[in-house]
């Protein structure tokens, strides 16, 4: 499994910015990436991911146009940045990797590698 550290996260205003970052023990060529989000007492959902080998980027539609996923040119870390925010967004962001093939529904079931989180709070 691969070991991953998120950063990042923080209090900010609605309509601010924030980038959150995702290292990894090893690179993450091999890996599908993914960001999650879970804000207090909802399900865990996904925001947005990346396949191995794959420029193109699939994101959630409440974060389409706002959030964009990447990944370093050394494949050694993954980012999130995050522009527009509203208080909606406020939640524990999770970066995950998925050893196997995992589908545009950005899944949680598909990642097997967790990192412990980074909290996002967006003020009104």
């Known amino acids: 499994q691969v070991q991953i550290v998120e950063s990042g996260g923080g209090l900010v205003q609605s309509g601010g910015s924030l980038r959150l970052s995702c290292a990894a023990s090893?690179?993450?060529?091999?890996?599908?990436i993914g960001w999650f989000r879970q804000a207090p007492g909802k399900e865990r959902e996904g925001v947005a991911m990346?396949?191995?080998?794959?420029?193109?980027?699939h994101s959630a539609d409440f974060v389409k146009g706002r959030f964009t996923i990447s990944v370093s040119n050394d494949k050694k870390t993954a980012y999130l940045q995050m522009n527009s925010l509203r208080p909606a967004d406020t939640a524990v962001y999770y970066c995950?990797?998925?050893?196997?093939?995992?589908?545009?529904?950005?899944?949680?079931?598909?990642?097997?590698?967790w990192g412990q989180g980074t909290q996002v709070t967006v003020s009104s």
């Open positions: 990346m396949r191995r080998g794959d420029p193109a980027t």
């Open positions: 090893v690179s993450l060529d091999g890996y599908d």
């Open positions: 995950a990797a998925a050893t196997e093939n995992t589908n545009v529904q950005i899944t949680a079931s598909d990642y097997d590698s």
